[in-house]
């Protein structure tokens, strides 16, 4: 392995030196107005996806690029209330571009995302994606980031209290969504059903949210999505800048902070972060204080590199260290920001080589990252762990995208991992592992007329090999293979509608977890079996979707099926305990899953925004009895709403200042595994939240932002269906089972930028 790693880096810096030949050093610069005023726009960000390189403009509305390459490449011009400006130019030819900017706050799909062979415009994918950026993450209240997210629609939540959450997207959830990080899978995420992201909210810039299969751009895991979390661009060329930002919530008392300092000196880029949060234990009316769910968090990164008009080459390290507390059913009138027994401590370092070459009007992308996540259970004693394990993880990836055409897009690539467990502690879970992962694929887009078809090929092969260990865990070696594919279109009926269609292949693994458990799971309350004959999964999927975007309206609707053979899930044993704990073993059956997303934006006057949303997924077992017939961990049907009203805009002090109403209504959910008491029926609910926000503006420059919010306003005493802690075997004196959500919460945020 070594070996190979050299071998990688030594054709980097290869590649690097002869793509510095074959580029050139072009200039950017223009001025952006709005178009209705005329006046000059400060803060555009002006942006290259596919060269990681942006800028914003100053005081007088100009911004300016140096050392471009030549090639045509997106570029995205976006502001704040404004409609997204999104356009292919040669930078070989064009080195002046002014804009001019129309206001509006209903427009979609005006936005570049990850497709299949690189960067591409939203509204050309023929499965739905969500973006959400900076701003909405900012001005969301969430303890963690994917609750940050689970208010989009057709995206939900599996929660261990407030500091743990894992993603549910349609539906699916656990190790089918991959979620990627600085380029590369996330692992720490993947390797069980109770560990969370791993990644520090503050360093996220904007996350994209790929619903439906994505098995052909990440291979097993990917059978119901992925989530993507990118970072900041790099400074513009000759300036540093600063960030500082605090925030606080009255209902757990978390205090968080983070501050980061980036710069670009010719060319020559760098970025570091470090974050810190610290929460008590979570209140609601029902159990008070619930011991257990407080946690604290710590985060650093940095980044150093080279951009180049041949590209560029980034080196990135991160560490990240969660102690989140156990809860196992105890309330109590009083709370600590100390550890408790039981606790866990979370580790999770990486190094990541990220590396783009623009070989003429191609583009060769080259990652390579190690990461290691090192996971502790405290039971009995604060300073010897019983459960001690370490995972080891090199992430490769190579991808080259052929020179654009006006009517081709084409890419070709290989990705996998190599991984290593060891158990190191004297109490076990699952056992010391080797894997090996590989796969590859081509893909390709296609514009004929009003018709965008993209799809592709993908052929994987994992090969898992356990060590036995006594008494515990006998060796196990399983190779699994698969191909996988989609094919889709996008009609484009008019300039503001669109209809899509696209058929996807799924493929997944089993993990180690399913295979191979054999031991408590604290964090999930329960002692689990794995089951050593289980076979991958694979699935089809059919989507179907029609959009409708203008200035006053716009209209989405997806809609989804899809047929999973081998579904696997943990199955609650009957009257079976083991160590005093529930015992549960993963089985596998044939699952059909229907459902969609609807959203409508209204725009009726100048400023004030109307969003309503409607999920719904039903899951079933095929040929099963009513008691089976549905799956465990099936999200509620819900209803959002948002009111929105920006009170000031592009103002002298004041500047998006705006004032919001939420609403999230999630239904009754009947359709539950009720087999052996699995899961039980969630009662409907109805939340409400506050939102408010603004700029502050000094001599035109944006000099702080403050976000207020109030969620659960009305203090509503509810349990969430996809909430572990709903589960928990603890009967207090007001004979409610379980321990419910989190009540009512403030939350405010300061972020102060500084240039220099």
Known sequence: MNRIIFLLLTVCSCLAAVADTLNGDNILSGTITDKKSGEKLVGVTIYFPELSNGTTTDADGHYEFTRLPDKTTPIQVSYLGHKTIVKNIDLSTTHTLN?????????????????????????????????????????????????????QPGVSQVTTGGGISK????????NRVVVVNDGIRQEGNQWGEEHGVEIDPESVSSAEILKGPASLMYGSDAMGGAIIFHDEPTAPIGTMEANAETQYQTNNGLFGYSVNFKGNEDGIVWNARWSQTLAHAYKDKIDQYVVGSQYRERAAEGMAGINRSWGYTHLKMSYYNLTPGIAEGERSDSYTYGRQLPFQQVYHYK??????????????????????????EYEDSPTAPGLDMKLHTVNYDLKYRLPLTSDWNLATGINGMYQKMFNKGDEYLIPAYNLFDIGAYATSSYKVGAFTLSGGVRFDNRHLHTFALENTFTQLSRNFSAFTGS????????????????????FRAPNL???????????????????????????????????YTSNLISFQLSLFA???????????????????????QYRQGNARMLGGEASIDLHPIDRLHFQNTFSYVNSVQLHQPHESKYLPWTPAPRFTSDLRYDLIRDGKVLNNTYFALQAECDLRQNHFYALNSTETATSSYTLFNILAGTDLKIHGVKRASLYLGCTNLFNRAYQSH?????YVEATPDNGHPGIYNMGRNITMKLVVPVEF
């Open 562 to 584: 899809n047929f999973i053979d081998n579904y696997i899930f943990a199955d609650k044993l009957a009257d079976i305990k083991t160590e005093g704990y529930d015992t549960y």
């Open 99 to 151: 804009l001019k900017m129309d206001e509006s706050d209903a427009m979609i799909n005006e936005v570049v995302v990850t497709a299949l062979t690189g960067q591409a415009l939203m509204k050309d994918s023929p499965t739905p994606i969500a973006v959400v950026g900076k701003t909405m993450l900012a001005a969301t209240p969430s303890t963690n980031i994917i609750d940050a997210l689970s208010f």
């Open 513 to 547: 977890s399913e295979l191979s458990s054999n031991g408590v799971h604290e964090g999930s309350v329960r002692y689990e079996l794995g089951n050593g004959n289980l076979h991958p999964e694979y699935s089809w999927q059919m989507d179907a979707g029609w959009d």
């Open 487 to 506: 094919v889709g279109a996008v009609y484009a009926v008019s300039p503001k509608m669109n209809i899509r269609l696209n058929l996807a292949r799924g």
């Open 722 to 726: 996809l909430s572990r802690l709903k």
């Open 351 to 376: 190094v990541v080589s990220d590396n783009s070459f623009f070989l003429g009007n191609g583009t060769l992308q080259a990652i390579l990252a190690y990461q290691q996540n090192h996971r502790q």
């Open 167 to 174: 993603p549910v997207v349609r539906g699916l959830g656990f």
